[in-house]
Each structure stands twice: as structure tokens, then as C-alpha cells.
Nanobody, 127 residues
Framework: QVQLAESGGGLVQAGGSLRLSCAASGRTSSRFAMGWFRQAPGKERVFVAAISWGGGNRDYVDSVKGRFTISRDNAKNTVYLQMNNLKPEDTAVYYC????????????????????WGKGTLVTVSS
């Protein structure tokens, strides 16, 4: 079992920045590709960004490209999401996700391929 714990959410004004962290604990000896999802009020959970085990491959939803950066530190078992130029439409609960393997399974299958989820951290962007 692997436990994922997000932190770093909060209230920020539009144009501001936040950095989310996701710390993994438990059976972290396995290799995981990591991702971030978000769920806005009344909407479905959607993919935001993902990173391969080695960090060489990254993927983003179009709406955050150029503003968000995903990174990881395997020595610390932690993945990050740097969010810049935040917009009110970025308001959501952000969830960390782990998939077994070195590469992230993207597309429509990505949610079903998540092996572990964090409990989420709330990001609120005021206008």
C-alpha cells in the first residue's frame, strides 16, 4: 500500500502562485508515474498534469500549459505542482495520483489506471 498526502493548497488572488506537494509513504520502493487531477465544485475530476518515474516525460492539460509545472524528487518521495498565474477557473480540489510503472497512462484511461489517490487539497483563486 502507498499513501499519498497533498499539501500547499490555500486561497490566492488571481495572478498569484501556489506550489502543491504530494508526499508518498508506505511501499515507495515500487516505481510510480505520478499525476495531478482536480475537481471543481459540481464537476467531474479531470486530469491536470503527469510525470514519468524518471521525470523525463511530462504531460499537461491544455488549459494549464505554460502556467503549471510538475516535478518530482524521488529521493524525497515527493511530487510537486508549481502553479503560476492562477485564474479563478483553477479553483478546485487538487488530487495527487500514482500509477504503477515508469510511464503515465494518459488519455481517457488515465483515471481508471490510477492505483492510489490522495485525499486532496483545496485551491481557491479569487478574482
Amino acid at each position: 500500500q502507498v499513501q499519498l498526502a497533498e499539501s500547499g493548497g490555500g486561497l490566492v488572488q488571481a495572478g498569484g502562485s501556489l506550489r502543491l506537494s504530494c508526499a508518498a509513504s508506505g511501499r515507495t520502493s515500487s516505481r510510480f508515474a505520478m499525476g495531478w487531477f482536480r475537481q471543481a465544485p459540481g464537476k467531474e475530476r479531470v486530469f491536470v498534469a503527469a510525470i514519468s518515474w524518471g521525470g523525463g516525460n511530462r504531460d499537461y492539460v491544455d488549459s494549464v500549459k505554460g502556467r503549471f509545472t510538475i516535478s518530482r524528487d524521488n529521493a524525497k518521495n515527493t511530487v510537486y505542482l508549481q502553479m503560476n498565474n492562477l485564474k479563478p477557473e483553477d479553483t478546485a480540489v487538487y488530487y495527487c495520483a500514482a500509477q504503477y510503472g515508469t510511464s503515465w497512462v494518459s488519455g481517457a484511461a488515465s483515471t481508471n489506471r490510477v492505483d492510489y489517490w490522495g485525499k486532496g487539497t483545496l485551491v481557491t483563486v479569487s478574482s
